[in-house]
């Protein structure tokens, strides 16, 4: 059995999903694409990530490495539905993939390992999804694995995301005897073996009876849907069960309203339980027309506007993604909200005010582009053409201009110098960073003040590893890097009040200017604010004030590294005729430096959280080279009979290269995951040391 796979022409906006896959890394995310691929006739060979020749994993370095480092776009066809697919990565350094393809999509299924359970990935991708409000269908894989729990993980998918779950699936057999899953909508069994087809294209489907065990689990999902729909337990007292019809109906309600989350249970690896999750897809993730309308303004007159998905509502979109192609240069990966766009029409770039004229529009299959004339509310585009867009710009009908809310991302915790290994590459090896940086918004390129050094900072050391190996390999760029450093934050620890003036000949032309202001220490990731009690000033001279202070915050009283969660007030400005603009920035900066000098300034560093699952046998070594790192032991905690898990915090500084040292500890079985905490004040004693190795 299989559903119909032809693409379908005729533009149906309810017949459209745009949906994701999300999880932990290791978690199946990957491999679960790549079946529903082949299952929907996509592609006609199974790509396997071990093997690197996963579909959606089309860099060299996705390949060789065996995860996911970009999200990757692809449409399928089922059941004459038309899913856009967005797989994105498990990794926390590439986390701002998975924010920036939530922000546009409407549905997404979030995969748990079936022995793990919630992992650390898979809970910063549910909160992620929580602030885009996304719907979801929580998929539990590798039921087929030694020590897999299917009912253990729901426990824990309801305790940590305090969230109602709705199992439509029982397991046929579970760890090596798993075979199938039991539908309960259908009351169908379904199973999968080599025997059938070692492909699991096509299965067994087999009627079940109400036995112990199905009839109780089957009445509690009676009950639960019996809110969104009475007739329900009529029918079921009437015949003793309800047609699949009916409850699915009453389902999609349920997970259109975020009243629960659907289950579902399978094995991606060994080829079961995927039919049934695109079937799940279609019947209850929803289409662009169950999604509100989206919510913007007028970016000339400030006026709140919204608009619907129809095709025939003035054309408004989002860039999510920026991706760079050898023969288009830039493709800027496209949600469609409203609207329609034909090749060559003009768009307006919101966010810089550019009018550009959209040269091509394609579909994607991960790296691979199919040519369309035009694109359509609801759907996932990559348009060619655009030159100032940058991820989360809106793009709309230059008659219409609408701006959306952007995306927010992290900033970069760990940096490193870097120089081409030939003088003749400098030029081009600072093109090519500032492109990539365009690409990726957690990726930042800059030179240091004193020393004229490149420094490239992102999300960890993985981040900073793939970017130098594409430099080599898709730019033919050999570089030389430092150590990795970590990017310190700088913050001020009591408030201070400060006077200053300038009175300085500059080419000939005397320039005075005076300004007194407070800067005030604020609460831990508060950030800075700046307030200008002065009326009267003109445009010329508050752009100046608010440039000036934001100069004066980039580069930190102790070591030069940012200043964060800091107040400025300007409470007076010297005005007259011989105060100049450049006199008055000249007064700000000077007050600026010397204030935060004096307001006991700390240096702050990076926190994270770090889980390492190992083997107990090493548990106590993991725990003492923790403890050697100035480490906090959060607690541990059994995973199984063999495994244990290692929760601790520790400064990031203390486990650069942590990998090759847990490699050693454990004899190569023990594996981790890290994510940033939060910044702290460096301790006094530890001060000196980084002090004198800067």
């Keep these: ?47 396997e990530v071990d093997e690197g020749s996963a579909t959606t994993d089309w860099m060299i370095q996705e390949k060789e490495r065996g995860i996911t480092i970009v999200s990757a776009a692809t449409t399928v066809y089922w059941k004459g539905f038309r899913i856009n697919i967005i797989d994105t990565p498990g990794h926390v350094d590439f986390t701002a ?84 899953v039991i539908d309960l909508v259908e009351l169908k069994k379904y199973i999968w073996s080599d025997e059938i087809d070692h492909t699991g294209e096509k299965y067994k489907v087999e009627k079940v009876e109400l036995e112990d065990g199905i009839a109780e689990t089957y009445e509690s999902l009676i009950f639960e849907l019996s809110e969104f729909d009475e007739k329900i337990l009529d029918e079921f007292e009437e015949k003793g069960k309800v047609s699949p019809e009916r409850l699915r109906k009453a389902i999609r309600q349920g997970t259109l309203e975020q009243k629960f989350v659907p289950v579902l249970m399978g094995s991606s690896l060994k080829n079961k339980g995927i039919q049934p999750l695109l079937d799940a897809i279609v019947y209850y993730l929803p289409s662009p027309l169950d999604m509100p309308p989206v919510v913007g303004i007028n970016p000339n007159t400030g006026e709140k506007l919204e608009r619907r998905p129809d095709p025939d509502e003035p054309f408004t979109a989002v860039v999510f993604k920026i991706q760079l192609d050898k023969h288009a240069n830039k493709l800027f990966l496209t949600r469609v909200y409203a609207g329609s766009l034909r090749v060559n029409k003009k768009v307006l770039v919101n966010n810089s005010g550019e009018v550009g004229r959209v040269t091509r529009i394609y579909l994607m299959h991960a790296n691979k582009k199919e040519p369309v004339n035009f694109a359509r509310a609801g759907e996932i585009v990559a348009l060619v053409g655009l030159k100032t867009a940058k991820t989360g710009d809106t793009l709309s009908d230059p008659d219409h201009p609408i701006l959306l809310e952007g995306m927010s991302f992290p900033e970069p915790v760990i940096s490193l110098s870097i120089e081409p290994r030939s003088a003749k590459d400098e030029e081009k090896l600072e093109t090519t960073l500032k492109e990539m940086s365009i690409e990726d918004p ?7 003040r004193e020393t004229g050094q490149l ?41 201070v009040r400060i006077e200053r003036t300038v009175d300085k000949e500059i080419g000939g032309v005397r320039h005075k200017g005076g300004v007194e202001l407070e800067i005030t220490p604020r609460n831990k990731g508060e950030g800075n604010y700046v307030e200008i009690e002065v009326d009267g000033l003109s445009g010329e001279i ?33 005005l007259g005729e011989e105060y100049t603009p450049l006199g008055t920035r000249l007064a700000v900066l000077r007050a600026m430096q010397d204030g935060l000098k004096e307001g006991k300034p700390v240096l702050l560093e990076p926190v994270v959280d770090l889980e390492i699952v190992l083997p107990q046998e090493f548990v106590g070594n993991v725990v003492a080279d ?34 090759t040292t847990l490699r050693s500890l454990t004899q190569g079985r023990g594996n981790f995951w890290m994510k940033l905490s939060h910044f702290a004040p460096v301790p006094e004693d530890e001060l000196e040391k980084i002090l004198v190795l800067q």
């Design 542 to 574: 508050q752009e100046v004030l608010n440039s000036a202070i934001e100069e004066a915050l980039y580069y930190g009283p102790l070591m030069g590294y940012k200043v964060v969660d800091v107040g400025i007030k300007i409470l007076k400005v010297l």
């Design 97 to 180: 993939e998975v924010e920036r393809s939530l922000r546009i999509l409407d549905g997404l299924i979030v995969i748990f390992d079936g022995v793990a359970g919630v992992e650390p990935q898979s809970e910063t991708v549910w909160h992620q999804a929580d602030k885009y409000n996304v719907r979801r269908i929580a998929y539990i894989n590798k039921l087929d694995r030694l020590g897999a729990n299917p009912k253990k993980v729901i426990g824990m998918i309801e305790e940590r995301f305090k969230v109602k779950t709705l199992p439509l699936q029982l397991p046929v057999g579970i760890e090596s005897s798993f075979t199938g």
């Design 1 to 47: 059995m299989s559903g119909d796979t032809k693409p379908h022409n005729k533009y149906e906006l309810d017949k459209i999903r745009n949906i994701g896959f999300a999880a932990h890394i290791d978690a199946g995310k990957t491999t679960t694409t790549e079946r529903i691929l082949y299952y929907t006739k996509r592609v006609h060979r199974i790509g």
């Design 626 to 659: 923790l403890g050697a790192r100035g480490g906090e032991l959060v607690r541990i905690e059994a995973l199984g009979e063999v495994l244990q898990k290692v929760v601790a915090r520790v400064a990031l500084r203390k486990i650069f290269g942590y990998s």
């Design 455 to 495: 420094l490239v900072s992102g999300m960890g050391e993985l981040h900073l590893d793939i970017i130098v190996d594409r430099l080599k390999r898709e730019f033919g760029l050999e570089v030389r890097t430092g150590k990795p450093q970590v990017a310190y934050r700088e913050t001020i620890t009591q408030p």
């Design 442 to 448: 957690t990726f930042r390129i800059e030179r240091d």
